[in-house]
């Protein structure tokens, strides 16, 4: 019993720390069409862990223990979910847009998980995902 609540300790403390963070700035997506030639304010997010490969290794930690590889599969190349290596994202595939992709959720069943995981743990789940590659012959799922 003790030695599952060790193990557990690094998730309760991404849980409870993420009640204390600020929330995102809204994003602006490049390829939406702003009516009259102007965009709506927006803020922009950038990735302050990208391409670290320590953080891609604990991103990809996460993507097991939160058990994103139960709809999108081991390596992400697409399960019940989207494929997350293809190159093709539904909501965009930015740094900011996958962000906010994690961190509000999209209908239809990818949950929020901003109110769990503070922003530095979805930065390493966005730079695991950026970090990984299909090989050629790797399946992918369409949606």
């Not at 409870?16 to 600020?22: D, L, N, T």
């Not at 989207?82 to 992709?101: K, M, N, T």
């Amino acid at each position: 019993m003790a030695l599952r609540f060790v193990a557990a300790a690094p998730l309760l403390t991404l849980l409870v720390s993420s009640a204390q963070q600020p929330v995102p700035p809204s994003v602006r997506y490049d390829e939406h069409v702003f009516a009259g030639g102007s965009p709506p304010p927006a803020g922009s997010l950038h990735n302050p862990v990208k391409r670290d490969a320590k953080s891609a290794e604990q991103g990809g930690q996460l993507f097991t223990a939160f058990n994103c590889d139960g709809c999108h599969a081991a390596g992400a190349v697409g399960g019940q979910g989207p494929s997350l290596v293809d190159g093709r994202w539904r909501y965009g595939g930015a740094d900011g847009e996958i962000f906010h992709s994690i961190y509000y959720g999209r209908p239809r069943g990818m949950p929020a998980f901003g109110g769990i995981l503070p922003p530095d743990a979805i930065w390493q789940l966005v730079t695991y995902l950026q970090s990984l590659e299909p090989s050629q012959d790797t399946p992918t799922v369409s949606w």
